[in-house]
């Protein structure tokens, strides 16, 4: 079974400031997906961004982008620029690529990030 | 374009009794998934729905139940209700024949407060 570790419980940023979520998983499977997902208060699950293990790429999205090691099994979430709307809970994800699209999430604990102004 | 709709928002029930919670999934998904999220904790998968068949099952015990739909929506049902059941249930929804990178999409919950 697939395991997602979040150890960090909170963390505080500096509006304008970077700050990198860790974010650690064990799997068997050589093949899969990550994800890390934002919860703010309204309580909806938003995606933030996703990486497919198969590449090598680390993903971006403006101003999130993470750290893929694939050996180390690691997966941190980086974001520049911190803004007073990404206070949140933030999850990282694990799905298994070969029960396709609709295998299950596996969720971290999550880890609360709060943004100072 | 309406996404995953939730129902109830919020509700609150006594130990041993029954409930129903609703999901009707995004335009063009057909697949539901359901969670539980505990207070302070991350989601934990209950089961996820595709053709009106459950097709995976998380570690919870019979009391959870579900259904779906002809038009893919679906329903969590949770019997003899324990004070452990107290939590966020979230449905997600995806389509089966997408691509395995498609994430899955969210509702914004029911909140289930048993006293």
């Known amino acids: 079974a697939q395991t ?7 963390m505080s940023v500096q509006e304008a400031e970077t700050v990198t ?12 997906y990550l994800f890390w997902y934002k919860q703010p208060p309204s309580r909806q699950m938003i995606l ?53 699209a609709n295998s299950k999430l596996t969720f971290g604990k999550g880890i609360t990030l709060s943004v100072r102004p | ?39 302070g904790q991350g989601p934990q ?11 995976q099952r998380g570690n919870f015990p019979d009391r959870f139940s579900g259904h779906q739909f002809p038009n893919y929506s679906s329903e969590l049902n949770v019997n003899a209700l324990l004070l452990g059941d107290s939590a966020l249930y979230l449905c997600a929804s995806s389509e089966y024949r997408g691509g395995g990178n498609q994430p899955q999409h969210f509702g914004d919950g029911t909140r289930l407060s048993i006293l």
């Open chain 2, 1 to 39: 374009d309406a996404g995953v709709t939730q129902s109830p928002t919020h509700l609150i029930k006594t130990r041993g009794q029954q409930v129903t919670l609703r999901c009707s999934p995004k335009s063009g998904h057909d697949t539901v998934s359901w969670y539980q999220q505990a207070l």
């Open chain 1, 48 to 100: 933030v961004i996703r990486q497919e293990a198969y590449k090598q790429q680390n993903a971006t999205e403006n101003r999130f982008s993470v750290n893929f090691q694939k050996a180390a099994k690691s997966f941190s979430l980086k974001i520049s620029d911190s803004q007073l709307g990404d206070a949140a809970m933030y999850f990282c994800a694990y799905r298994s690529m070969y029960t396709g």
């Open chain 1, 21 to 32: 979520l860790s974010c650690t998983y064990d799997t068997s499977e050589s093949d899969y």
């Open chain 1, 4 to 10: 997602v570790t979040q150890s960090q419980p909170e």
């Open chain 2, 45 to 55: 998968f209950i089961f996820q729905y595709y053709e009106e068949e459950e097709r």
